[in-house]
């Protein structure tokens, strides 16, 4: 009779026992999982501005203030300005490069003259049998439509001119992936970049660098949050 009532006092310890280890786990758990959601939601809260940081500065470069500030200063069309911003981002280019080629080239001014015998057109300066291979780049590389060059629509459209400079800037950057090579490329002709090479080391030609040095300038002018 003793030992019955003994071992019933027993089975209800460990009864007990049991559920009390339950009933912490389960709170412990319970705790963990709260800890972990909150965890994740501060990491959440803490990675938000940083997101919406990058992106009002992506959302800035083109400010409106920016392109108006190079328009007064080159006395150039904004509008034309805002074409050409466009045609950089289609082809990925580094922001204000095609810019400063153009502002190194004819500082925006639309002009057609005769360059070592072959005419050099409108803004970018380019020659027609440039032009030709560029247009089979874009077209077949890039995938884009757009009509085929000839003297008369390269002197007279000046974003016709843009958007091949900028094709012609991207294919450069794609193939030699160097901007310095690039732009040395640009205006020294595929070859010229080689002989450059091989009289100084390396591809930072005084084009190059002045290219290089325009981008800069128009990138660290002051811009609003008024975009494009």
């Known amino acids: 009779m003793f030992r019955k009532k003994w071992l ?5 310890l460990i009864v007990a026992l049991v559920f009390a280890t339950q009933a912490v786990y ?3 758990t319970a705790f963990t999982e709260v800890k972990v959601k909150e965890k994740a939601q501060a990491q959440e809260c803490a990675k938000e501005p ?16 920016r392109l108006e500030k190079i328009a007064r200063d080159y006395q150039v069309d904004y509008e034309y300005l805002k074409y050409l911003s466009e045609v950089e981002t289609n ?4 922001p204000y490069e095609l810019f400063a080629l153009i502002a190194s080239e004819s500082a925006f001014i639309p002009i057609t003259k005769m360059d070592g015998g072959s005419l050099s057109y409108n803004t970018t300066q380019m020659k027609l049998v440039t032009a030709e ?18 003297g008369e629509l390269l002197e007279k459209d000046k974003n016709y001119a843009a958007l091949l400079a900028g094709g012609y800037l ?20 595929m070859s010229g970049r080689l002989n450059y090479y091989q009289k100084h080391g390396d591809y930072w030609s ?20 008024r975009s494009i």
């Open 133 to 150: 291979a560029v247009y089979k780049i874009i077209t077949e590389n890039y995938q884009m439509e757009i009509p085929y060059p000839n």
């Open 50 to 65: 940083e997101v919406i940081i990058h992106q009002e500065k992506e959302d800035d470069i083109y400010s409106q203030e």
């Open 206 to 225: 005084p084009y190059a660098v002045k290219i290089d040095a325009l981008r800069q300038s128009f990138l660290e002018l002051p811009a609003s949050s």
């Open 170 to 189: 991207r294919y450069l950057r794609d193939l030699y992936e160097s901007k310095e090579e690039s732009y040395t490329a640009y205006q020294m002709g």
């Open 8 to 12: 019933g006092r027993i089975l209800m």
């Open 91 to 94: 082809f990925n280019l580094e």
């Open 26 to 28: 389960a709170g412990t």
